[in-house]
């Protein structure tokens, strides 16, 4: 069987733009009638997407909505999820396979290439075309040896590099120079082209620094392309791109967790014009103006609980429940709404039990199995049926679990306070979806959804690969492409 050509995307540092250029350059090529699929050896991303009853960055799942398929956990084989700063949890095509510090993952890391590659070879055998992209960048070379992210699986998999550069932060032409200067003259050689991003402006200005980038490093220009306004349209993969957005009525304050995860819950608000969502970050009080305080998902519930006390956000909930302010809690904001987090087998740190902030009357007790899953849902107000997943440890119970909020597999999920003031569940996923976001607008008093948000996603993603087809030279990225 002929392989199919591919090619790898890496970046001069983390942020610099990789997972949307990866996105566009899909659904470009697609565009074009090619079939084509996403794939990146390691993330590192506490951000997931269900794929196949696994998880895998949300990156990835936005890059196979580009290539027009369902999400695979062999487009992301390895996705560490940080715990701690020290340490993450390590999953393998998809299904947790241990919790391992920086050392510890650096000695594992050789074992675990046969699986990237077995996913990269999946990939392959489905496609085209498989653009590839790169994690952080490949002028660490303290983390040469073992690699896995960058240089060592193109070296694996034989692969051509495209570098990519982000002007928009500045020193651009050392960023690209800089890292031929101080990688290994073979992996210097594997890289066959060069792109600068996010230039704001006329990129003709930059004219004269990308024929300088080129003299420096013999590397091919690919373009220079201009920033794209509407990247905001698409769900944020790191918790840094996360913004406050619109400028609504309907006031949602979220406090950012220190661990917070699938915050990709909060796109879909962010973009509705009845709707002004906050991010709240640490040191900063909860806005007194909030009709909302969404707490969202966290990969730690006990520790970011903790978190969560230490800069006052408790009083300022206590606060806004007084005032009559509404809360909801997704996923770990629910657990920590309730009396105790009980945590029998030490899943999160020491055994023991940990106070809640006592808004639902229900318990969690953290289990090792982990639900992982996608699933259809009813809403109990309305009616209305969605599409949502779950990611998460731990079971919840208790006399506000008679009030859900869904209905799962013909059983009742989430809760509800006496007096309504205050939800949790654990469904992600559900404001993305058109009609339940319209129903929970209504009944919260804020006028409905003015947003199709997926079909908007499918728009901006289209806007994407014309931006891309206008100012990069996809031409050449074939042409390299083996």
Known sequence: MQRARSIMIQGTG?????????????????????????????????????????????????????????????????????????????????????????????????????????????????????????????????LRAGDIANMGFAEAADIPVILAGDIDRGGVIAQIVGTKAVISTADAARIKGFIVNKFRGDPALFDEGFKAIESHTGWRGLGTLPWFADSHKLPAEDALDIRSGGNGGFHIAVPQLSRMANFDDLDPLAQELNVRVTMVPAGKPLPGDADLVLIPGTKSTVKDLAFFRNQGWDVDLHAHFRRGGKVLGICGGYQMLGKVIADPCGIEGPAGETKGLGYLDVTTTMIPEKQVSRTKAIHKASGTALNAYEIHIGTTDGPDCNRPVFEVRGQPEGATSANGQVQGSYLHGLFSEDAFRDAWLKAEGAGGSKVAYGAGVEKTLDALAAHIEAHLDIDALLEIAQ
């Open 14 to 142: 983390s942020n610099v733009g990789k997972s949307l250029l990866v996105a566009g350059i899909c659904r470009a090529l697609v565009r074009r009638g090619l079939t084509v699929r996403p794939f990146k050896p390691q993330n590192m991303s506490n951000n997931a997407a269900v794929a196949e009853g696994g998880e895998i960055g949300r990156a990835q799942a936005l890059q196979a909505m580009a290539c027009g398929v369902e999400p695979s956990v062999h487009m992301n084989p390895i996705l560490l999820k940080p715990e701690s700063e020290t340490g993450a949890q390590v999953v393998v095509h998809g299904q947790r396979h241990t919790t391992a510090k920086a050392r510890e993952y650096g000695a594992l890391k050789p074992s675990l290439m046969p699986k990237v590659l077995e996913s990269f070879n999946q990939m392959r055998g489905e496609a085209d075309i498989v653009i590839v992209e790169g994690a952080g960048s490949p002028a660490e070379v303290n």
